[in-house]
């Protein structure tokens, strides 16, 4: 068996996924795709259905990010096989290929992209893989988990509940029977605000709960903090390089799903409006939060910053949107660094766990 090598670094961009941020996934990937420097690397692309499949995709970036990459023109069937190839295994009419890569750069966002699944199946290959690897992947999906972590060094987390399906109806009780609203009901592992309500009484409670469960097993049901939420855009391994501090600022209601990717009736300030000294805390705040998770890479920590000037941890986006005008590189832009410059190091990192 031989696999075929390039001369230059080849980078495997994955990207779609069983995900129901499948959708976003193809945005954000076919930013990274037009970022990356093609004399400096050859770049193979293998999107995952929404069932599962996948395929090696040698059509245009439109048609990746329009959703129509898979064709059997544009597509052969593809798998990621043993460690002993160190690449994929592609599925042609004269019979097996194996293809070297020296990483894979995966751009899907969710379930089964950035809960360490991907990560985990990266390491059994023996790839690297850009980003967290599968430990910190699967601890940063978990919000239960990641709470209960930083909450142990010290950081201020919102006082939540977590409830599981299938608990009886007297155990959810008991858990909620303390709660003072208003509430954020989201599911413990899902991203981009699916399946999130805030809740202001009890008569919405129950619909709330339902909804959340559709996207997880395990429901978390939140304080709301008063103040605004700011991000922190975090890259590095040893030395970390820290992006200027954004602010989401809303009109009403929260950053849903809608909001994160219209901007309807929000705004995001970046860099934010705070003072040095508070975006100073922020960053090292942040920093705290990425070490205590075993972060790698890159990572986009998310906090909230009360009236009092008080620093609460909200999540981390291990794989945040990755578009041009995305907040991950648009915060390291407010720090001297092109978004190419960003995905160029990214991989570095990943390849040579660089400085």
Known sequence: MSTERRSKKTVLLLFGGCSSEYGVSLHSASGVYRAMDKNTYDVMTVGITKEGEWYLFEGSVDDMENDTWYSDSLSRACILPDRSVHGIAVFDQDGVRFQYIDVVFPVLHGKNGEDGTLQGLCEL??????????????????????????????????????????????????????????????????????????????????????????????????????????????????ELIVGRVDEIELSGGFFDYMEKYTLKSSKIHMPARISEETE????????????????????????????????????????????????FPSMLKGKGYSFEQVVDRLIRLAIHDEQ
């Open 125 to 238: 290959a023996g790839i690297p893989c850009v980003g967290p690897d599968m430990m910190g992947s699967a601890i940063c999906m978990d919000k239960g988990l990641a709470h209960k972590l930083i909450e142990d060094v010290g950081i201020r987390v919102p006082q939540a509940v977590v409830l599981s399906k299938g608990e009886s109806k007297d155990s959810m009780a008991a858990k909620l029977s303390g709660i003072k609203y208003p509430v954020f009901v989201k599911p413990v592992r899902a991203g981009s605000s699916y399946g999130i309500t805030k809740v202001s009484s009890d008569i919405n409670m129950q619909d709330a709960i339902d909804q959340a469960f559709a996207y997880d097993k395990e429901v978390i049901i939140e304080e709301n903090i008063e103040g605004f939420e700011v991000g922190c855009a975090i890259m590095g391994n040893k």
């Open 280 to 327: 100073e805390r922020i960053k090292a705040t942040g920093k705290k939060i990425y070490r205590t998770l075993h972060l790698k890479d890159y990572a986009r920590v998310d906090m909230f910053l009360t009236p009092d000037e008080e620093i609460v941890f909200n999540e981390v986006n291990t794989i945040p949107g990755f578009t041009s005008h995305s907040r």
